[in-house]
C-alpha cells in the first residue's frame, strides 16, 4: 500500500505565493506520474498540474504561467510551486500517484488533502 502525505497549505492574500509538497512512501517500485487536483467548495475535484517520471509536464489552462510542478523522482515527492494566487484559486488540493508496487501491480493513491485559501 501507498500513502501520500500533503503539506505546505495555508492561507494567503492575494498575489502571494504557497509551495505544496506530497510524499509518496510504502510498497513502491516506481512512480510513473504524480499529480494535484484541487476541489473548490461545492464542486468537482479537477486536475490542475500533472508531471511524469520524465519531468514532462502539463497545467491545466487557469494556472498556466502561475503553477509550477515538479518532482525529485529518488525521494517519491512532488511539488506544486504556486505563484500570483487568487481567490478563484481557493480549495482543498489533493495530490495524486500512479505507479507500481511490484513489476506486475500497479497501484493509484490519494493524499488527505490541504486547504488553500486565498483572501484578503
Known amino acids: 500500500q501507498v500513502q501520500l502525505v500533503e503539506s505546505g497549505g495555508g492561507l494567503v492574500q492575494p498575489g502571494g505565493s504557497l509551495r505544496l509538497s506530497c510524499s509518496a512512501s510504502?510498497?513502491?517500485?516506481?512512480?510513473?506520474?504524480m499529480a494535484w487536483y484541487r476541489q473548490p467548495p461545492g464542486k468537482q475535484r479537477d486536475l490542475v498540474a500533472r508531471?511524469?517520471?520524465?519531468?514532462?509536464?502539463d497545467y491545466a489552462e487557469s494556472v498556466k504561467g502561475r503553477f509550477t510542478m515538479s518532482r525529485n523522482n529518488t525521494q517519491f515527492t512532488a511539488y506544486l510551486q504556486m505563484n500570483s494566487l487568487k481567490p478563484e484559486d481557493t480549495a482543498v488540493y489533493y495530490c495524486?500517484?500512479?505507479?507500481?508496487?511490484?513489476?506486475?501491480?500497479?497501484?493509484?493513491?490519494w493524499g488527505q488533502g490541504t486547504q488553500v485559501t486565498v483572501s484578503s
Open positions: 508531471i511524469t517520471k520524465d519531468g514532462s509536464t
Open positions: 510504502g510498497r513502491i517500485y516506481s512512480i510513473n506520474a
Open positions: 495524486n500517484a500512479l505507479g507500481h508496487e511490484s513489476f506486475s501491480e500497479r497501484f493509484e493513491s
